[in-house]
């Protein structure tokens, strides 16, 4: 066997078994706050409002939600980002209704 074929199946072999090992991680059971965490982390942050808006039962002011938002969640949403997209929203007639200025609540 020649010094390059020796080096190639050498190389597959790690890949074989770095698949495995990162397919082990990735199945392994994380502790629940870990679990939270995550699942916090992978939403958008449309639907981490919706979540917000739908816990509180009531329109809350933009500053409420930001704050919110970054202690319940741990994301920083920018102001003027979150009010542009509301109040898309808003105007689409879906999900979100403002009831009063940069005071959003649920459809």
């Not at 072999?13 to 990162?22: E, M, P």
Request: proline fraction near 3%.
């Amino acid at each position: 066997m020649e010094l390059i074929e020796w080096a190639r199946l050498q190389e597959e072999l790690l890949k074989a078994q770095l698949s495995v090992i990162r397919t082990y991680v990735r199945h392994e059971t994380p502790d629940i706050n870990e679990r939270k965490i995550s699942e916090r982390q992978s939403k958008s942050h449309m639907s981490i409002i919706v979540d917000i808006l739908s816990s509180a039962g009531t329109p809350l002011h933009i500053s409420e939600i930001i704050r919110q938002t970054k202690e319940q969640y741990g994301t920083v949403l920018d102001r003027e980002s979150a009010v542009s997209a509301l109040t898309k929203k808003v105007k689409k007639g879906t999900t979100f209704i403002r009831t009063a200025p940069n005071t959003f609540g649920l459809k």
